[in-house]
C-alpha cells in the first residue's frame, strides 16, 4: 500500500517515514498534488505556524489536493501542525476575529494553549514532554482501531503551543493546564488527526503508526505486512 507523506517543508519528516515504512508501508515522500490525489492514504506531519503552513500549501497546490482525496475517502492522518490543520482555521500570527484558513475538513479554530489551570495555577506553554491520552467515552470504533493494543491513558510526547478545539470530532483527551484534545476523527472516514508525535513516541508511537497503516490498508483494499 502507498502512503503519500505529504512534504511541504515544515520540519523533518524522516522519522515519520522511518515509521510508516516499519509498519508496512510504501512511502511516497512527495509535494506534488498528483500524488496526493492518487494515494492510497495520505500523511500530513509538521511543526511550525499555523499560517504559514497554511500558506505554503495554498502555493503548492497542495490545499485543494487534500480537500479532494478526503472528500474522497481516502484514509489520512495529521500529526501536531498536520492536526490543526484539518480544521476551519488557526489563530498563530492571525487572531480569533480572522484566523488564518486551515483546510476545513472539521470545524472550529485552533488557538493558544491555556497557560493557567481553572484555580489559577500556572503551566509552561509550549507544552513539551509526555503525557497520558485518553480515549473519549463512547468514541466510534472507527477512531477507538487507530488506538487498538495500546494502553488507555497510555503516554505520548507532545511539543506545542496551539491546540485544537473542542468539538464532536475529538476522541482522545490530555491535560495541560485544562483538558484539550490529543486526537480527531472525521466521522464516518478513517481520517485522523494526532496531537502528540507518534514518530517520537516509543512503541506505543510505533503501534498507531502500524494501526494507522492496516486501517487504511482495509479501507483501500490492500494487503501489507506489519510487524505488529
Not at 39 to 66: E, R
Not at 129 to 154: C, K, M, T, Y
Not at 164 to 189: D, E, I, L, M, R
Request: aromatic share 8%; net charge negative.
Amino acid at each position: 500500500m502507498s502512503v503519500v507523506l505529504v512534504d511541504y517543508h515544515k520540519g523533518n519528516i524522516r522519522s515519520v517515514e522511518r515509521g510508516l515504512q516499519a509498519a508496512g508501508a510504501e512511502v511516497l515522500v512527495s509535494d506534488r498534488p498528483a500524488d496526493v490525489r492518487a494515494a492510497d492514504a495520505v500523511v500530513l506531519p509538521g511543526v511550525g505556524a499555523f499560517s504559514d503552513a497554511a500558506a505554503t500549501l495554498d502555493q503548492l497546490g497542495l490545499a485543494a489536493a487534500l480537500r479532494e482525496a478526503c472528500a474522497a475517502g481516502v484514509p489520512f492522518l495529521g500529526i501536531c501542525l498536520g492536526m490543526h490543520l484539518m480544521f476551519a482555521g488557526g489563530e498563530e500570527h492571525a487572531s480569533a476575529d480572522a484566523p488564518a484558513p486551515g483546510l476545513g475538513l472539521l470545524p472550529g479554530v485552533v488557538g493558544r494553549v491555556p497557560a493557567t489551570d481553572e484555580a489559577g495555577r500556572s503551566f509552561k506553554v509550549p507544552h513539551v514532554g509526555w503525557n497520558s491520552v485518553e480515549l473519549v467515552p463512547g468514541a466510534p470504533s472507527l477512531p477507538q482501531a487507530l488506538f487498538e493494543g495500546i494502553r488507555d491513558g497510555e503516554f505520548f510526547y507532545f511539543t506545542h503551543s496551539f491546540q485544537a478545539p473542542q468539538t464532536p470530532a475529538t476522541v482522545a483527551c490530555t491535560c495541560h493546564a485544562q483538558s484539550f484534545p490529543s486526537a480527531v476523527a472525521v466521522p464516518g472516514n478513517p481520517q485522523f488527526g494526532v496531537q502528540f508525535h507518534p514518530e517520537k513516541s516509543s512503541d506505543a508511537g510505533a503501534r498507531l503508526l502500524a494501526n494507522f497503516v492496516r486501517l487504511a490498508a482495509r479501507d483501500r483494499g490492500t494487503g501489507i505486512t506489519s510487524g505488529f
